[in-house]
């Protein structure tokens, strides 16, 4: 069974531009999550999509944002790319009924320069 | 207060024994509890999640949850080299992880 695929693993991006992130959850997954990692802040965070539908978001600014596809492949987006956003992007993707398992994705690691 | 606590690192044990790891958490709302292991430079992975007080075990890890004192430990038996790595727990609430800062565990031989 296939786990969670993230593209691509690694980005390099300049200030002010923008970055989509693509996620394919584990097949039969219908809930996908995004979070950031940084060495300072550690995991937070961003968004979780279930049937297209955002349930929960974080704390992060509107440049932030993210979509789910019919087939439950997700995408997030940010735009004006700040030195800030360099990070490891995590996706997770689970059955996301009450108690289940929650699994990531190998990561992009952005880097804004 | 942060959300999700976990006891400060780094943990240095010994090959073969036991590594205890200790979670506290804010969000009473939590409902499901996870246990993940990172390496460096790699993505968090899933070792075991709990719902219900008490223990739960798979293998040489048992998780222990007590809703009441808002409490989940990680009890690693049998320590090996490959052990070694960072450990975050992580409770849930609507639809999100909360993830502490993560312990990092040396086991050595």
């Known amino acids: 069974k296939a786990g969670v695929t993230q593209t691509p693993r690694y980005l390099i991006k300049t200030r002010g531009q923008q970055v989509t992130l693509s996620c394919s959850p584990i097949?039969?997954?219908?809930?996908v999550s995004w979070y950031q990692q940084t060495p300072g802040q550690g995991l937070q965070f961003l968004f979780e999509?279930?049937?297209?539908?955002?349930?929960n978001k974080g704390n992060f600014p509107g440049r932030f944002s993210g979509r789910q596809f019919s087939n439950s492949r997700s995408e997030m987006n940010v735009s004006t790319l700040e030195l800030g956003d360099s990070a490891l992007y995590l996706c997770?993707?689970?059955?996301?009924?009450?108690?289940?398992?929650?699994?990531f994705g190998q990561g992009t690691r952005l880097t804004v320069v | 207060q942060k959300e999700v606590e976990q006891n400060s690192g780094p943990l240095s044990v010994p090959e073969g024994a036991i590594a205890s790891l200790n979670c506290t958490y804010s969000?009473?709302?939590?409902?499901?509890f996870f246990w993940y292991r990172q390496y460096s430079g790699k993505s968090p992975e899933l070792i075991m999640f709990?719902?219900?007080?008490g223990d739960k075990e798979d293998g040489r890890f048992t998780a222990q949850l007590n809703k009441a004192s808002q409490y989940v430990s990680l009890l690693i038996r049998d320590s090996q080299p490959s052990d070694s790595a960072t450990y975050l727990c992580?409770?849930?609430?609507?639809?999100?992880?909360?993830f502490g800062a993560g312990t990092t565990v040396t086991v050595r031989a």
């Open positions: 997770a993707s689970s059955l996301w009924d009450t108690n289940t398992e929650a699994f």
């Open positions: 097949s039969g997954h219908r809930s």
């Open positions: 999509y279930f049937s297209e539908t955002q349930r």
């Open positions: 969000d009473r709302g939590s409902q499901s």
């Open positions: 709990i719902y219900s007080n």
């Open positions: 992580a409770p849930s609430n609507d639809y999100k992880l909360s």
